[in-house]
Nanobody, 121 residues
Framework: QVQLEESGGGLVQPGGSLRLSCVAS????????MGWYRQAPGKERELVAI???????NLADSVKGRFSVSRDNTKNTMSLQMNSLEAEDTAIYYC???????????????WGQGTLVAVSS
């Protein structure tokens, strides 16, 4: 079974920065797309950023210019650097990965348990 483990969440003041990390472990042959989603109370889960295996990246309009993502395919890790944080960024952030586990090539969507980011004075 493949697992994703997030870390780095916490409380930060408006205008501050946080860096979230995600580590994929288990039986992994390769990972296609890998990214971050977030969900605030009473709202639907939304895409924050996603990156393909070749580096093609999409960011939500609300975080462009403030957030960035990076991947290390050799370590199956991904980071989300969050700068100029706003109260509206408060949410549970989930790591996501589309994982290939065998040579058959069929992929599976895997989600982390989430880590809370709270932006408040």
């Amino acid at each position: 079974q493949v697992q994703l483990e997030e870390s780095g969440g916490g409380l930060v003041q408006p205008g501050g920065s946080l860096r979230l990390s995600c580590v994929a472990s288990g039986s992994i042959l390769s990972i296609n797309a890998m990214g971050w989603y977030r969900q605030a109370p009473g709202k639907e889960r939304e895409l924050v950023a996603i990156m393909g295996s070749r580096g093609l990246t999409n960011l939500a309009d609300s975080v462009k210019g403030r957030f960035s993502v990076s991947r290390d395919n050799t370590k199956n890790t991904m980071s989300l650097q969050m700068n100029s944080l706003e109260a509206e960024d408060t949410a549970i952030y989930y790591c996501y990965a589309d994982v290939i586990r065998s040579v058959i090539g069929r992929s599976e969507e895997v989600w982390g348990q989430g880590t809370l980011v709270a932006v408040s004075s």
